[in-house]
């Protein structure tokens, strides 16, 4: 073969890697994303139109903004079909997972963290138990959900306290005002705004510490065709950008507001 023609060769090859390389730069300025959930506030579908909304869906949008990236969000019913679009690399980001108990290893987490869930116990409001803070639940009947905090479940199984596993929130509540349980573990934010809704609030107090924090990230899936180390900088300086000076409180309370003009109070009542 010619000299000529083995330069020509090598500079169609190199065109076309370029023009590769182009393309998925291009392809790379959108990005498949599913939120996964988490309740409210952090997100949270309207009945009327089944719009997503949420702290999660905010974040997700100023995060678009900030990078200048076209973020498009998939649909998803629930948190394992969430899991595997991510996973798969079919989508590329999801916001809302934990890193708690331990990082999922098909995803990489963006720092820093968007949101920290607060998990605290709840007990009826001047309820006569001694009990000033969470590690004082010796001889005390709880409710929880399963699966929620598993740290917590492997203390209790290590120093037998009565624990009930129910099915959902709404079941832990009414077991604490039935008397049938003397707590439930709840996340502070959406617990508050449960009790909130129901016409309850003023029937619970929280207790000091939190039996847990969780922090809530974004996360790029590791098969993801655009997960690279350009993109992962850009949205880490999105969102220190979104978290710094109070931003993301402020953010917080702002959605906890809609949350609360969208679901009225109703009058306050002790059970069904």
């Given at each position: 073969?010619?000299?000529?023609?083995?330069?020509?060769?090598?500079?169609?090859?190199s065109?076309?890697?370029?023009?590769?390389?182009?393309?998925?730069?291009?392809?790379?300025?959108?990005?498949?994303?599913?939120?996964?959930?988490n309740?409210?506030?952090?997100?949270?579908?309207?009945?009327?139109?089944?719009?997503?909304?949420g702290?999660?869906?905010?974040?997700?949008?100023?995060?678009?903004?900030?990078?200048?990236?076209?973020?498009?969000?998939?649909?998803?019913?629930?948190?394992?079909?969430?899991?595997?679009?991510?996973?798969?690399?079919?989508?590329?980001?999801?916001?809302?997972?934990?890193?708690?108990?331990?990082?999922?290893?098909?995803?990489?987490?963006?720092?820093?963290?968007?949101?920290?869930?607060?998990?605290?116990?709840?007990?009826?409001?001047?309820?006569?138990?001694?009990?000033?803070?969470?590690?004082?639940?010796?001889?005390?009947?709880?409710?929880?959900?399963?699966?929620?905090l598993p740290?917590?479940?492997l203390?209790?199984?290590?120093?037998?306290?009565?624990?009930?596993?129910?099915a959902?929130?709404?079941?832990?509540?009414?077991?604490?005002?039935?008397?049938?349980?003397?707590?439930?573990?709840?996340?502070?934010?959406?617990?508050?705004?449960?009790?909130?809704?129901?016409?309850?609030?003023?029937?619970?107090?929280?207790?000091?510490?939190?039996?847990?924090?969780?922090?809530?990230?974004?996360?790029?899936?590791k098969?993801?065709?655009?997960?690279?180390?350009?993109?992962?900088?850009?949205?880490?300086?999105?969102?220190?950008?979104?978290?710094?000076?109070g931003?993301a409180?402020?953010r917080?309370?702002?959605?906890?507001?809609?949350?609360?003009?969208?679901?009225?109070s109703?009058?306050?009542?002790?059970?069904?």
């Amino acid at each position: 073969m010619s000299g000529r023609l083995i330069g020509c060769f090598l500079l169609l090859a190199s065109n076309m890697v370029v023009s590769t390389a182009y393309a998925a730069q291009q392809a790379c300025t959108t990005l498949m994303a599913v939120v996964y959930p988490n309740a409210e506030p952090y997100d949270w579908q309207v009945t009327d139109t089944g719009v997503r909304q949420g702290l999660s869906v905010d974040v997700l949008e100023a995060l678009a903004e900030k990078t200048q990236l076209n973020i498009h969000r998939v649909a998803t019913k629930d948190a394992p079909k969430a899991l595997r679009e991510v996973r798969s690399g079919r989508v590329d980001l999801i916001i809302g997972v934990r890193s708690e108990p331990e990082q999922d290893p098909r995803l990489d987490y963006v720092s820093p963290a968007y949101a920290e869930q607060n998990y605290r116990v709840w007990r009826r409001s001047a309820e006569q138990v001694s009990l000033q803070q969470w590690p004082q639940l010796s001889g005390l009947r709880g409710a929880l959900e399963p699966k929620q905090l598993p740290s917590f479940d492997l203390q209790a199984q290590l120093l037998a306290w009565p624990v009930s596993h129910v099915a959902d929130n709404k079941t832990a509540t009414q077991m604490v005002l039935d008397g049938r349980a003397d707590y439930l573990i709840a996340e502070q934010h959406q617990q508050y705004l449960r009790l909130q809704k129901a016409g309850q609030l003023d029937l619970f107090e929280a207790i000091e510490p939190p039996v847990a924090r969780h922090q809530l990230f974004v996360a790029l899936a590791k098969d993801s065709a655009c997960n690279d180390q350009a993109l992962r900088n850009k949205l880490s300086k999105g969102l220190l950008a979104l978290t710094q000076k109070g931003a993301a409180q402020n953010r917080l309370d702002t959605v906890m507001q809609r949350w609360q003009a969208l679901h009225p109070s109703q009058p306050s009542v002790v059970g069904e």
